[in-house]
């Protein structure tokens, strides 16, 4: 058996060496890396790939690594010097990061609106309101019906749950207190694709990116209710990791990456993004496309 | 369920059609976790043995941490790893974060203790009277550890093929330390998780179905090793 054991070891250390030295050679092009960190709804629609794909073409010796987690760890990342940049949707952290000065620059480059998405037959009847009245209205109801109208949160502390804490707050009631107390108000923790299947189950409502829902649609009977509404607004910007702050950032092949965002060609991809696969665009690009409303 | 007839179709077509993109995602998921497999096991059984063969005080205590270990949650193991090898932590010089090397080394710790354990095990399994006869045939320490060795073969790569089963199908840690980089750090379990998240529930089944007869494969391999 000793022998053989040996031989053994020997085989699978070959095997590996092989594989190993396979892989590194097939994978990377490039030999400088730009790591960016980034949130879900960027990369779970596939734009982030087209964006990497003629980044990469441009620069073909910068190799773009994305890595694709909520707002929060995306900010973590950059905050421990693990990603060069990050793409995120959060402006009150945003403005943290750079005052904090680990962010050089917020870099806005493209903006969708969040829907608040539900049922087809909406028990609540919020079809045709404001985003505040909605929320105010789905709550009235739930704690009335609670068996028939519920809201299902994010509860991750998301660029998305941001958002949708900044909307309870519009309202005037108070989130901790009054919401998240609620028998109708269930927080999934979970990621924006597995809070949809959650709704969908439920039948409940929820908030979603646009870019997101549009991807799981055919997956569910929920329909989107409110669009459109100026407290929907989600802005995604880009922010490079100062190096001089954070240990041995690429700040050189960040800056790159902004410049592509923000250049006319990087503004056509985000702009014609979607239309194929879903028959129309995700997102639309904040320095050539029209401003939003109440932009500032 | 229509979605899991539509995933054996889909993985039979990534199969047949050779599909570039999965042949590379399948290739890093047996080189990394056949790795971390191969590292926790040279340094494991000894290990184990080791710990087996020796008395000494607090023995039964340190059994029973390592067993505890057996149910460490992934992601906590990765989290751990993650401060450690964080460009802001100890090791961060060493730029192991979101690579391959760094999700073998934290497999390779996540599995550790189930082949320290069952090591262990194994050997005591062993009755205590072939260690006498080996003794009184005249063989020496290190005879006697290997006739025993021997003697546990099977209990030995069951411990293996278990250690294999946790690192070719954890997410936890190929998540927060690979980070899922396409081309790069990307593995079956991640590609599943990514494409749940994208909708692609057929895909996902049949990326599961993959990964199923890859260990299938493994397995059916080291079953003829052991039986020779």
Same mark, same amino acid.
């Given at each position: ?9 020997? %085989? #699978?250390? /070959? ?7 396979? $892989?590194? !050679?097939? +994978?990377? *092009? ?54 060069? %940049? #990050?793409? /995120? ?7 943290? $990061?750079? !005052?904090? +000065?680990? *962010? ?193 | ?228």
């Amino acid at each position: 058996m000793n022998r053989k054991f040996l031989a053994t070891i020997i %085989i #699978v250390i /070959v095997v590996l060496l092989g594989l190993g030295a396979y $892989l590194y !050679a097939s +994978g990377q *092009g490039g030999n400088e890396v730009l790591v960016v960190a980034t949130t879900t709804s960027l990369e779970d629609t596939g734009l982030l790939e087209e964006i990497e794909a003629a980044f990469e073409a441009k620069y073909p010796n910068i190799d773009m690594q994305v890595i694709s987690a909520g707002t929060g760890i995306a900010i973590e990342y950059g905050k421990r010097g693990d990603a060069d %940049i #990050v793409l /995120v949707h959060d402006r009150e952290r945003e403005e943290e $990061l750079i !005052a904090e +000065g680990i *962010g050089t620059e917020r870099n806005p480059f493209a903006y969708n609106y969040f829907y608040i998405i539900g049922p087809s037959d909406d028990p609540a009847q919020i079809r045709g309101m404001n985003a505040a009245e909605a929320f105010i209205k789905i709550k009235d109801e739930g704690e009335e019906n609670p068996d028939l109208v519920e809201f299902i949160s994010r509860g991750d502390d998301s660029g998305t749950h941001a958002s949708e804490k900044k909307i309870w707050d519009a309202t005037g009631l108070d989130y901790s207190k009054t919401i998240q107390t609620g028998k109708w108000y269930v927080e999934s923790g979970k990621g924006m694709g597995d809070t949809l299947m959650i709704a969908n189950e439920r039948q409940g409502y929820t908030l979603s990116d646009s870019g997101t829902f549009l991807s799981f649609k055919a997956e569910t009977q929920l329909e989107i209710l409110i669009s459109e509404s100026e407290e929907l607004l989600n802005v995604y910007t880009a922010i490079p990791i100062n190096s001089n702050l954070v240990p041995d950032t690429n700040i050189d092949a960040a800056d790159k990456l902004v410049e592509f965002l923000l250049s006319s060609e990087g503004q056509k991809i985000i702009e014609d993004f979607g239309i194929e696969e879903y028959g129309q665009t995700l997102f639309t690009p904040l320095k050539n496309g029209p401003k939003p409303i109440n932009y500032i | 369920m229509s979605e899991i007839i539509e995933g054996i179709y889909q993985a039979i077509n990534l199969i047949l059609t050779l599909n570039p993109e999965m042949l590379e995602i399948t290739l890093r998921t047996i080189y990394i976790s056949l790795s971390s497999t191969l590292f926790a096991t040279i340094i494991g059984v000894p290990l184990g043995g080791l710990i087996n063969f020796k008395t000494f005080k607090g023995k039964r205590g340190l059994v029973n941490i390592i067993q505890t270990l057996y149910s460490v949650p992934t992601v906590l193991v990765g989290l751990f790893v993650f401060l450690l090898i964080s460009r802001a932590g100890i090791l961060g010089e060493l730029n192991l974060l979101f690579t391959p090397t760094g999700m073998i080394l934290c497999q390779t710790i996540l599995i550790m203790p189930i082949l320290v354990g069952f090591t262990i095990n194994a050997l005591s399994g062993v009755e205590k009277n072939i260690e006498d006869l080996a003794m009184s045939l005249g063989a020496n320490q290190f005879q006697t550890i290997y006739t025993i060795m021997k003697e546990a073969k099977y209990a030995l790569m069951g411990a293996v093929i278990l250690g294999f089963g946790r690192a070719i199908s954890e997410v936890g840690v190929a998540l927060l330390i690979g980070g899922n980089i396409r081309g790069f750090t990307r593995v079956i379990t991640t590609t599943i998780s990514l494409e749940t998240s994208r909708g692609n529930i057929a895909l996902s089944v049949a990326l599961g179905i993959i990964l199923m007869l890859i260990a299938l494969v493994i397995n059916l391999i080291l079953n003829i090793i052991q039986e020779k």
